[in-house]
């Protein structure tokens, strides 16, 4: 059996199927006329453009003036960006962490924007949220030495060791 991919035909010797025949010649197909009309020769003159106006001269209402080529319609201008915008994200991102480094930052950004003459609310946001826990964190400080200081007082006077005070509570200093 031969290979439908290869085109060569079984040795005289192969057991394969009989292939048929092809017919000797086919027919040559029929003339048809072409819908295109035939292609210019290159010796074919086209005639040529109308002349463009002068410079100056009228060219009617109905038209705008020509377009130069290559010349492109000027794109409108950006918004100037607003001063001491970026600065104020910065420090309002950093408020959450670094306090009061994002105070400075957000005392420089609102400074920067107020002389552009725009208004900056990051920059306000970033010194409300750094100041308000600035002020928790002073008064979370403050409570904490105030209820630890006893204890460092008492492992001072006591020494190291696991200690049982008068009210039952057991302190072990270090």
């Known amino acids: 059996m031969s290979d439908p991919q290869s085109p060569v035909p ?24 072409s819908a295109y009309p035939p292609p210019p020769s290159p ?9 463009a106006p002068e410079q100056g001269a009228p060219t009617g209402a109905a038209y705008p ?3 130069q080529p290559g010349a492109y319609p000027v794109a409108p201008e950006q918004p100037a960006a607003t001063p001491g915008k970026t600065l104020g994200v910065v420090a309002l991102v950093l408020s959450f962490f670094l306090q009061l480094i994002a ?31 600035m002020v928790i964190g002073i008064i ?7 209820a630890l200081a006893p204890m460092l007082s008492a492992c ?17 200093c270090g």
């Open 43 to 51: 010796e074919a003159t086209y005639p040529p453009p109308p002349a």
């Open 10 to 33: 079984p040795a005289p010797g192969d057991s394969g199927a009989a292939q048929p025949t092809p017919p000797s010649a086919y027919p040559p197909p029929p003339a048809a006329e």
């Open 140 to 146: 979370i400080a403050v409570v904490l030495v105030a």
């Open 103 to 133: 105070l400075i930052l957000g005392i420089v950004a609102l400074v920067q924007s107020r002389k552009a003459g725009a208004k900056n609310g990051f920059a306000v946001a970033a010194i409300i949220i750094s100041s308000v826990l």
């Open 156 to 172: 001072a006077d006591l020494g190291p060791g696991v200690w049982e005070l008068a009210d039952g509570t057991i302190l072990t």
């Open 65 to 67: 003036p020509p377009v």
